[in-house]
């Protein structure tokens, strides 16, 4: 079901295909952008996480698929490893464009490639700039895949990017991905205003509304309102999602790798035991080595 049927997102447009840019009209983009802050505000428990994680496997090349204005694919340039970055969001690459051009003396960001390019054509997008080129690491967090809707209501288009994000890697190569706690939202009707990710500067509150179809949460809605009270600004926007139930994604995981990668499942970065009640699922799966 789209967005659209039922709540209209105050950023609309349409990318030359595929996934709805929820980003298109620029405003959204721009108040992210305040709202994640830059590399420097991301949390260190996301930093130890993740970097930590792709050296103790070796990789080395990394894909980032959902890479918005570049914040993440920063981090990981700054480390060393050697960074893709696409986007469906046009809007959004400006950001990362305009950051890389602001680095462009720093000979780490030479090899910083970024290009727009869409999960439902993924692999034949990568192949049209970097030909014959599979990575040691796919990453698409942030609870960026659950922007894309199910528009058939079998969730078939959201299989298919699974399955194309784990075309990418190479044998043995991980996918990091997440979702937030959907099952705990649905049931309590509220989502946190803070963030695993990142250490926001702003107030910000969000309002969530779910809607439900026969029974079954098909779409949730949350209405951001960052408070900047120095400059006495207020910037609201609304994002569309669909509501990942763990089981159901967990499954869908599996389906994607033929059910022969290994996949862990975090909770807020940490053991999934240890959070009972964790505002993301982060999984990270290992694509099969034959």
Known sequence: MSADQVFHSRSEGIPSEGVKDQYADGKAARTWNKFIGDSNERTQNYKDFLIGLLKKNGCKKVLDTACGTGIDSMMLVNEGFKVVSVDASDKMLKH??????????????????????????????????????????????????????????????????????????????????????????????????????????????????????????????????????????????????????LDKFTAMLDEAFDNRAKHEIYADFKPLSAVPVPSFYIHVLEKARD
């Not at 780490?108 to 997008?125: F, G, H, Q």
């Not at 706690?181 to 649905?186: C, E, G, P, T």
């Open 96 to 245: 990362a464009l305009k950051a890389r051009w602001e680095r462009r003396k720093d000979s780490k960001y030479d090899e910083w490639v970024i290009e727009e390019a869409n999960w439902e054509t993924l692999p034949r997008d990568i192949e049209a700039f970097l030909p014959n080129t599979q990575f040691d690491a796919v990453i698409c967090l942030g609870n960026s895949f659950a922007h894309l809707l199910d528009e058939y209501g079998d969730q078939r288009m959201q299989k298919m990017c699974l399955r194309n994000f784990a075309k990418c890697l190479k044998p043995g190569g991980l996918l990091f991905i997440d979702h937030r706690n959907y099952d705990a939202i649905i049931d309590s009707g509220a989502t946190p205003g803070h963030s695993i990710y990142y250490n926001c500067k702003y107030p910000v509150d969000i309002k969530t509304s779910v809607l439900v179809v026969g029974g079954k949460a098909q779409l949730v809605a949350l209405d951001y309102c960052i408070n900047d009270d120095a400059n006495s600004e207020k910037s609201e926007f609304r994002l569309c999602y669909f509501p990942h139930k």
